[in-house]
């Protein structure tokens, strides 16, 4: 099949409950011809299609565990799709826990049938049915920490007309170990060194976000000195990330609680990456926790 220059096919596939959906209604919006649980084997027609369509230039279509034992021979449609059209593969997955959530929250059955497994089970079994597709993705995200919208809005900013090329999504996350570490996270910092704001009484109930609170971690010279180096080696290590085609980059700041000194950490690595010219957006997980 000869392709036009301008075709172009997107796979969505990976986990349920992982927002699969979502994705395929975000590229709908942003005018890819959209299908979702296209039998395998059609799925060279389809591209075929894609390719030879005056009306039709890019589509998007889901695969995934709902396929059965037919999805063990979409590496080797994929392989061939991707020979003749210009062809990405999306792999979404979520942690454990935030898909038994999701699951719960809809009160939909995992579409792993003939067991009475617990969700728990189904969806580490699919997580291992599924692995051998993750190794040909192009894009693998991690949704635990988006929303809807906020899913639809990064997906928005990697396939619309007018992204950047070269550009990188990146998040900044605080979070308190004693919650455990964002399963996410890309680049780690442990800030539990820094004075902390919680032994003082007047700002024990406070956050990082409030200036008082920032104005004493920050009238520490460790604290100075910190995030002098940790921008330095982010104004270095972004480059390089963006080279590598990376497309987005989640760094986590810790502190004991999430309450404090990792708010005011991530709050300034934000502003500071946002001056530089990157797209940044913030994300305080463990703030509102006791």
Do not use: W
Request: aromatic share 8%.
């Amino acid at each position: 099949m000869a392709a036009a220059r301008s075709a172009e096919l997107v796979i969505i596939t990976g986990l349920s409950g992982s927002g699969k959906g979502t994705v395929l209604k975000s590229l709908e919006d942003l005018g890819y011809y959209s299908v979702d649980n296209l039998p395998i084997d059609l799925i060279p027609k389809f591209a075929e299609l894609t390719a030879s369509s005056p009306r039709v230039n890019r589509a998007a279509l889901v695969v995934d565990i709902r396929e059965g034992e037919a999805l063990r021979r979409f590496p080797v449609i994929f392989k061939q799709v991707k020979s003749h059209l210009p062809t990405k593969l999306i792999y979404l997955e979520a942690d454990d826990a935030t898909l038994v959530r999701r699951f719960s929250e809809t009160r939909r059955p995992h579409p792993l049938k003939g067991t009475e497994k617990p969700v728990a089970s189904s969806v580490k079994e699919e997580r291992q049915l599924m692995e051998p597709i993750k190794k040909f993705a192009d894009l693998v995200i991690n949704t635990s920490r988006f929303n809807v919208h906020e899913l639809r809005e990064f997906i928005g900013e990697r396939f619309g007309a007018k992204r950047d090329e070269s550009g990188i999504s990146i998040y900044v996350t605080s979070f308190g170990f004693r919650h455990g570490v964002p399963t996410d996270s890309d680049l780690v910092f442990d800030v539990r060194f820094l004075p902390n704001p919680n032994y003082v009484p007047e700002y024990k109930k406070l956050t990082g976000k409030h200036p008082k609170v920032a104005e004493y971690i920050r009238s520490y010279p460790q604290t100075q000195e910190f995030m002098t180096k940790i921008t330095d080696l982010l104004q270095y290590l972004l480059p390089h990330y963006i080279e590598e085609g990376k497309s987005y980059l989640t760094i986590s700041f810790g502190c004991t609680g999430g309450h404090h000194r990792s708010v005011m950490m991530a709050e300034e690595m934000r502003k500071r990456l946002t001056k530089s010219g990157y797209s940044v957006k913030g994300l305080h997980r463990d703030i509102r926790k006791s």
